[in-house]
């Protein structure tokens, strides 16, 4: 059974920083790339990071850049994926989730409620 679970968020004040978590299991997803998305209130979903399937590379959305680190570990039936946030804006309060980087996704997880506000 494919499974996908996200944790990390939280309330932070802008200028904090957040390390979300997600573990994905269920199929070879330690052959694939992974991502993290994120869906803003009353926003498409839209991808933050993404890694590739042995961590060697790695690549951000533009306003993301200098914020945030995305990486994984591969063991041998999951996958971890982080994102580490810093200096974080009021405009990166979404609900993030992660998910692999293929022709279709995998089913998604619940996400991860990131809001920062003051």
């Known amino acids: 059974q494919v499974q996908i679970v996200e944790s990390g968020g939280g309330l932070v004040q802008p200028g904090g920083s957040l390390r979300l978590s997600c573990v994905a299991s269920?199929?070879?997803?330690?052959?694939?790339?992974m991502a993290w998305f994120r869906q803003g209130p009353g926003k498409e979903r839209e991808v933050v990071a993404w890694?590739?399937?042995?961590?060697?590379?790695?690549?951000?959305r533009d306003i993301m850049k200098g914020r945030v680190t995305i990486s994984r570990d591969n063991a041998k039936d999951t996958v971890s994926v982080y994102l580490e946030m810093n200096n974080l804006k009021p405009e990166d309060t979404a609900v993030y989730y992660c998910?692999?980087?293929?022709?279709?996704?995998?089913?998604w997880g619940q996400g991860t409620q990131v809001t920062v506000s003051s």
């Open positions: 998910n692999r980087v293929a022709t279709t996704f995998a089913p």
């Open positions: 269920g199929m070879a997803f330690s052959s694939l790339a």
């Open positions: 890694v590739s399937h042995n961590g060697a590379s790695t690549n951000y």
